[in-house]
C-alpha cells in the first residue's frame, strides 16, 4: 500500500497540511489539491468515504472541523487507509490533548514531525503510538533544550 499524498483540509477548504510522497510538479499538487478538495468538501456526509479519482483512489475522513485525506493506489484497501487516518488522528489527540484545527495551524511542524514518524515514503512505518509519542516528547525535549543540551557561544 502506497500514499500518494496525505491533505488536511478545513471545511472551508483552506490547506492546513499537505505530504507528497510522489513526485508531481507545483502547479500539478496546486491543481490537484483544488480538485480533491472541491470533491471532499461538496460531498455529502451519507456518501461513502472513498472516491475514484484518475488512476487513484482517494479515502478522506472528516473529525471535526478538518477533514484527513489520502490518494492511494485503487488496488489499496480502503478500510486500512481509514485506519492509518483514525491513528494519525489518535496520536495526535494525545499529543495535544484534544486536537483542533488552531493546534495544527501554530504547531504544524510538530503535526508534520508526527506524519514523518508515522508515514515514510508513503508506507506506515511505525504502528505504536507509544512509540511516536515517545520519539516526539525526546524531539521535544531536544528542542526545549534539556538535559544534555550543548551551548555554543559564539
Not at 514523518?116 to 511505525?126: F, K, N
Request: hydrophobic residues 40%; charged residues 25%; proline residues 3%.
Amino acid at each position: 500500500m502506497t500514499f500518494h499524498f496525505l491533505l488536511l483540509l478545513s471545511r472551508q477548504g483552506k490547506t492546513r497540511l499537505t505530504k507528497w510522497y510522489s513526485p508531481f510538479t507545483n502547479k500539478e499538487k496546486s491543481r490537484f489539491t483544488r480538485e480533491i478538495g472541491n470533491m471532499v468538501l461538496n460531498r455529502p456526509p451519507k456518501l461513502c468515504n472513498f472516491l475514484e479519482w484518475k488512476e487513484y483512489k482517494i479515502i478522506f475522513k472528516r473529525y471535526a472541523s478538518l477533514y484527513f485525506v489520502v490518494c492511494c493506489d485503487r488496488e489499496d484497501n480502503e478500510l486500512i487507509v481509514l485506519e492509518i487516518i483514525h491513528h494519525f488522528v489518535e496520536i495526535l489527540d494525545r499529543y495535544f490533548g484534544n486536537v483542533c484545527e488552531l493546534d495544527l495551524i501554530f504547531n504544524f511542524h510538530k503535526a508534520y514531525y508526527i506524519l514523518d514518524e508515522l508515514i515514510m515514503a508513503g508506507e506506515l512505518q511505525e504502528t505504536s503510538k507509544k512509540t511516536v509519542l515517545r520519539l516526539i516528547s525526546q524531539q521535544d525535549t531536544l528542542l526545549e533544550g534539556g538535559p544534555g543540551e550543548h551551548k555554543v557561544d559564539l
